[in-house]
């Protein structure tokens, strides 16, 4: 069963390009990990990123939550970049997806 994780977050003012320096490291190393799935960031107006990443399955997220250098980046990030962050993981029960006219559950 796929794993989802949504993290929202608020970056400190004056941060923004070494955040995404780190960031486009960090999501080149996710999407070389086994059971990565995908990765959407959304940044609202007001400020807020949400990062959508979905792995296959728990072994392959605890694999990707524990790599040493992901662990040093959410360490940066709390001491350096991040104002506040939300972090929601969860199991998917249900997919849906439409393209065109044909709606394809999972």
Same mark, same amino acid.
């Given at each position: 069963?796929?794993?989802?994780?949504?993290?929202?977050?608020?970056?400190?003012?004056?941060?923004?390009?070494?955040? #995404?320096?780190?960031?486009? /490291?960090?999501?080149?190393?996710?999407?070389?990990?086994?059971?990565?799935?995908?990765?959407?960031?959304?940044? /609202?107006?007001?400020?807020?990123?949400?990062?959508?990443?979905?792995?296959?399955? $728990?072994?392959?997220?605890?694999? $990707?939550?524990?790599?040493?250098?992901?662990?040093?980046? #959410?360490?940066?990030?709390?001491?350096?970049?991040?104002?506040?962050?939300?972090?929601?993981?969860?199991?998917?029960?249900?997919?849906?997806?439409?393209?065109?006219?044909?709606? #394809?559950?999972?």
């Amino acid at each position: 069963m796929p794993i989802v994780t949504v993290f929202r977050s608020r970056l400190r003012p004056g941060v923004e390009d070494e955040y #995404q320096r780190l960031a486009g /490291a960090m999501s080149e190393l996710a999407h070389a990990m086994d059971g990565f799935i995908e990765e959407k960031l959304f940044v /609202a107006a007001d400020g807020e990123r949400v990062t959508i990443v979905r792995f296959a399955d $728990w072994p392959s997220h605890r694999a $990707w939550a524990e790599h040493p250098a992901h662990r040093e980046a #959410q360490r940066r990030g709390r001491d350096e970049f991040y104002e506040s962050y939300d972090i929601t993981v969860a199991e998917e029960t249900d997919h849906r997806t439409m393209e065109g006219s044909s709606d #394809q559950s999972r």
